[in-house]
């Protein structure tokens, strides 16, 4: 499990230093712009059919376990096979999934994004037929809590 951390911290500083950074704020422009243009609004009314969701189950549960699991299988044959090079990246694969976890998790907690009206693919009972556009609410979390603390 300490290969898990290896160089943690120094991969979190890479991560959010030099040209790295010019990748994050090209995805801050990017979500920007498609949630100002409605891009995201005009996805969401067209996933709302029956189709959408029988079709993107398999990718779902996929891309929700693959990622562990690529880990899980990587670390049980370099295991048995007593390759240590197959182990250092399984425990490089996990340490990149963790971190893009929480870097993910961590901008969401950020802007504190409104969720659309629904459950999974299904729309909640109380906004059952609702076509009103909340995609650009945002209630920024840790700022909005400074906000809030300093008023």
């Not at 979500?31 to 189950?57: H, K």
């Not at 690529?70 to 340490?95: D, E, F, M, P, Y």
């Amino acid at each position: 499990m300490p290969e898990l951390f290896y160089r943690l911290p120094r991969n979190i500083i890479a991560i959010f230093s030099g040209r790295n950074l010019l990748w994050h704020a090209l995805a801050i422009v990017l979500t920007i712009v498609i949630v100002m243009s409605g891009g995201d609004w005009a996805y969401y009314r067209l996933t709302r059919g029956d189709l959408f969701p029988r079709l993107a189950r398999p990718a779902i549960i996929i891309g929700t376990f693959m990622p562990l699991m690529a880990v899980l299988i990587l670390l049980l044959i370099g295991a048995v096979g007593k390759n240590r090079r197959l182990l250092t990246t399984a425990w490089a694969l996990g340490q990149a999934a963790l971190l893009g976890y929480l870097i993910s998790c961590g901008y969401k907690a950020f802007t504190g994004r409104l969720p659309p009206p629904f459950h999974g693919f299904r729309m909640s009972a109380m906004n059952e037929g609702s076509l009103v556009d909340s995609s650009h609410g945002f209630q920024f979390g840790f700022l909005g809590l400074l906000n809030r603390y300093w008023q």
